[in-house]
């Protein structure tokens, strides 16, 4: 499976940005699919994962209530909505996929390249 980040741009804090991930290779439809991200100097760390139907989904407390991650089984794609973003959640965002959902969060599975993401103050 590849995974294809888009949609990372700079943002002024309180603004919205949308991210995509597209994959290729294999149908996306039973993937389990999270997004993480790495801050400059910082560990990358879990923000979002939606199971395969996407009747499930986990968010980190820092991104409840701001974020939320979708999925669009037609066009093999998975979308982080970012709404309310402040400059903390600058960083790179990377997709990952897994069977499951332990798979993703356990940083298992397979993973996009990144797409940078920027929130000015």
């Known amino acids: 499976v590849q995974l294809v980040e888009s949609g990372g741009g700079l943002v002024q804090a309180g603004g919205s940005l949308r991210l995509s991930c597209a994959a290729s290779?294999?149908?996306?439809?039973?993937?389990?699919v999270g997004w993480f991200r790495q801050a400059p100097g910082k560990e990358r760390e879990f923000v979002t994962v939606i199971n395969w139907s996407g009747g499930s989904t986990y968010y980190a407390d820092s991104v409840k209530g701001r974020f939320t991650i979708s999925r669009d089984g037609a066009n093999n794609t998975v979308y982080l909505q970012m709404n309310s973003l402040k400059p903390e959640d600058t960083a790179v965002y990377y997709c990952a996929a897994g069977d499951t959902v332990a798979e993703v969060t356990s940083r298992s599975g397979y993973w996009g390249q990144g797409t940078q993401v920027t929130v000015s103050s």
């Open positions: 290779g294999r149908t996306f439809s039973r993937f389990a």
